[in-house]
């Protein structure tokens, strides 16, 4: 069985990229005219991803996020069905980005949803329900080998209103939270993450720093770089200052990559994301 | 337009009662040998729908569970749909457990899909992303009646590693989740509710007594009644402390209610859960 870390490491170096593809779709961006939700938006990421494909500039791992697949009803949940099976045909590490989190009974049932179901390889959940509604993704995660990305700081001007919160002590939330993961992942051999966002530097750096000290390594999924306005080469200096293997973390970048095109002003939509994220890479610089 | 406090309370005096009809398929448990389980699931949940309108004996509100549909994939889902177009033919108020919550347009693509696709009156959403996350229910919901129910002291064992846990001053957690709650429902009309666990009645005291201060209602939905352990009677006694107007909040069952039939030794399944509903009621003690 592979571990999730290891399918992470294993693709950042095959990729030659710590890029997370977020697939994020709008069907008011999406420029193709004909059919309806589920073939617009499993042929615009089908084509992306052939176009990845062929240019030999595959991401380091894709992220659907479930809510704008959703909103589309069952054509939108038909097209991640098929968006899914088209980034595994190559191999590409899936997360799928559905913030699950429930009470153990539900939690567990989640995890057949995004596992057995989606045949997602990794998934985000939510902590504010604490250790059981965590511990079912953890369990199946380390029969499988999936991995499961705990909420940690995100990289929301909201993330403030708890997560900033000083807790006993003075220690802030957010790190609470960061030890208890590391709690739950004692036996999880790199499979339990954090997400981590990329908008305060500073944090991102202490967390990670704390992270570091951990016995197994806790995998980053790092929000916020692009359209919400951090740099890539600033996160990874951030990372730099603890982490040693940076191929088990991820940069995520989704509108930035999915409608590239708008900003380069041409029709080659799959073409248009191939360059930005061959230019995010760059950016990242690290292969 | 309805507002989804005055839903709830229309809805508890037509069907006289509080209850809230938790819907959690398990298909090892629906004792129906024919079909896939979208067909099983649909078919129990509108059997016991029927038997409850034809006793004259709905609830106050009926919950699907999200994760517990959608482990079964799009049969799960199809069955999902199926069930909440029957509630809502008997028009019962239809809250999707479903635990939502992300960053400002993420969740307002999760508030098309549990309010536009789903077509539910109300959904439960995750706090820890703050403010942004939630306001794109909150303001789906003053435009079109719809409830939001943010979790704020869960019914599970690990609702203690962060729920209750001392922030600045040493209030707990919670109770700054419910401040905000209070906050972010201003202009809500009372769409805005909390879910408060049934476990811990002093807490639930303390929370309920807390929003009884506040300008607009705040609904409270109630878990963890029957199978978790704590008692109907005792839930009433607590909201009372403080209460004017019981009938904005719900008390919950689930798998007493779906599966009654178990205990109660019988084949007829869809008698069970309305024989197990009406001692419901009877130990709510209110009409």
Redesign the interface.
């Known amino acids: 069985m592979t571990e999730w870390s290891e399918s992470l490491e294993h693709a950042a170096k095959q990729n030659k990229s710590l890029a997370c593809f977020g697939l ?1 779709p709008v069907i008011e961006r999406i420029p193709i005219k004909e059919g309806n939700a589920e073939q617009k938006i499993a042929g615009f990421y089908g084509e992306i991803l052939d176009a990845c494909e062929a240019e030999d500039c595959l991401p380091g791992a894709v992220k659907p ?1 479930y ?2 697949f ?5 054509e939108g ?2 097209a991640l069905k098929a968006v899914v099976d088209r980034a595994r045909k190559t191999k590409l590490p899936v997360i799928l ?1 559905a ?9 567990k ?2 995890a ?2 995004v596992f ?2 989606w045949q997602a390889d990794a998934v985000t959940i ?9 511990k079912p993704f953890i369990e199946f995660s380390e029969r499988h080998g999936k991995g499961v990305y705990v ?1 940690n700081r ?10 900033d ?4 002590g003075g220690k802030k ?1 957010y790190l ?2 960061a030890e ?1 993961i590391v709690e739950w992942g004692l036996h999880a051999k790199g499979n339990l993450g954090a997400v981590v966002g990329a908008t305060s530097l500073d944090e991102l750096a202490e967390i990670n720093s704390f992270y570091a000290k951990a016995k197994n390594p806790v995998p980053l999924l790092i929000p916020g770089v692009g359209a919400q306005g951090a740099k890539a080469g600033d996160v990874v200096a951030a990372l730099k200052k603890a982490s040693k293997n940076l191929a088990v973390h991820r940069i995520n970048s989704s509108s930035e990559l999915n409608y590239a095109y708008e900003k380069q002003g041409t029709s080659d939509y799959a073409g248009a994301s191939v360059k930005a994220l061959k230019h995010l890479n760059k950016d990242i610089g690290l292969f």
Chains 1, 2 share one sequence.
């Open positions: 994020d996020n809510a704008f959703a909103q589309y009803g069952f949940l038909r980005d913030k699950r989190g429930d009470i153990g009974n539900s939690s049932a989640y057949h949803e057995g179901f939510a902590p504010y329900m604490g250790s059981d509604s965590v909420l995100t990289s929301n001007a909201g993330a403030k209103d708890f997560q919160l000083p807790v006993g939330l609470v939270v208890k």
